[in-house]
């Protein structure tokens, strides 16, 4: 199966439905499996006194977060012709949603499964409404401690939800490398006995392919039509060019992957006789004379006699003459 890529087109749209459109088409140009939006309503989300993290803080300048999501609202009769959009376009829609509202919502138009974000980790009552639905669920884990991770799978198998995957994130944007710590990756699928993925906040596209060379089954990248927009994650984000180079990074480690069985692949084969060698006349032999370490000697092509029966061969009568690097018959 393949992995499954999710584009994080997130608030990106900065509130303009058709700035929507266009990261869904550019999404779907780039290859991209699904596209990813986050449906909120400001006031079910946020308090006034809650302050912007630091990055927004770098990205949109002072301010209260409720004032900066206010901004970055979507319509639900927006989403729907959103998701309409992207049935025609031929990609898959799916939404985040941040409150219970918005839950509800969401649940109604046919979303294939719930994108759990990190920050919703720890909250058991959306964690239940989400469960609920009975869809599977793509659960972030980003500023987890493994405990927390139990907990919420716990709670999200005790209310109807069975089919969960994880993925390993970081939340902080954009990511340090030094904070990436992919290995946890394969931790978290060891511990849990689920398929893994990982969300990725880094700059460039390194990672999330490193990341499906370590196992990964679904990869999620946060992108941008311009990473010089104004609003909280361009910065952090994939422009649409890097966007499809990351896609067809993936798919090429895929392929490069295989099945794990060693044997010479089709294309090789035919090197075999080319690169390797066999065992040859180091000079002129004359039939029925002693083959030694004097007149026999290993040269390409591999297509005589492997020089891994050197030791049957020396010793042996020569069966025929044999010129100056001539293959060596038994």
């Keep these: 199966m393949s992995v499954y890529i999710i584009a994080e087109a997130g608030v990106n749209h900065n509130g303009s439905f058709e700035l929507a459109c266009q990261l869904v088409d550019a999404a779907k140009k780039a290859g991209v499996d699904c596209i990813k939006f986050q449906t909120f309503k400001s006031k079910n989300l946020v308090s006034h006194s809650a302050q912007k993290a630091d990055y927004q803080k770098t990205t949109t300048g002072d301010g209260s977060q409720v004032d900066m999501l206010k901004k970055l609202e979507l319509s639900y009769d927006e989403f729907i012709a959103l998701k309409e959009y992207c049935d025609k376009v031929g990609i898959t829609f799916l939404s985040t949603p941040f409150d219970f509202e918005s839950i509800e919502f969401l649940n109604s138009i046919d979303m294939p499964f719930w994108k759990i974000p990190s920050g919703e980790v720890t909250n058991m009552p959306y964690l239940i409404a ?111 060019d890097e966007l499809t180079a990351m896609v067809s990074s993936i798919r090429h480690i895929e392929q490069a992957l295989g099945n794990g069985d060693k044997t010479p692949s089709p294309s090789e084969k035919k090197n075999i006789a080319i690169a390797r060698k066999s065992i040859v006349a180091k000079r002129a032999i004359k039939a029925g004379e002693e083959l030694t370490e004097e007149n026999i000697t290993v040269k390409r092509p591999g297509n005589g006699i492997s020089p891994m029966r050197w030791f049957e061969v020396i010793g042996s009568k020569a069966v025929r003459d044999f010129e100056e690097d001539e293959l060596i018959e038994l």
């Design 130 to 240: 989400l469960a609920k639905t009975g869809k599977p669920a793509v659960m972030s884990t980003g500023m987890c401690e493994m405990d927390e991770i139990e907990a919420a799978i716990k709670v999200l198998r005790e209310n109807g939800t069975t089919d969960i995957k994880l993925l390993h994130c970081n939340t902080e944007y954009p990511t340090p490398f030094e904070d990436v710590n992919l290995k946890a990756m394969q931790t978290i699928r060891d511990a849990f006995d689920l398929e893994v993925g990982y969300s990725d906040h880094t700059k460039g596209i390194e990672v999330p392919v490193a990341a499906v060379a370590l196992g990964a089954t679904v990869i999620e990248k946060h992108f941008t039509l311009d990473r010089n927009m104004e609003g909280p994650d361009h910065k952090a984000s994939l422009e649409p």
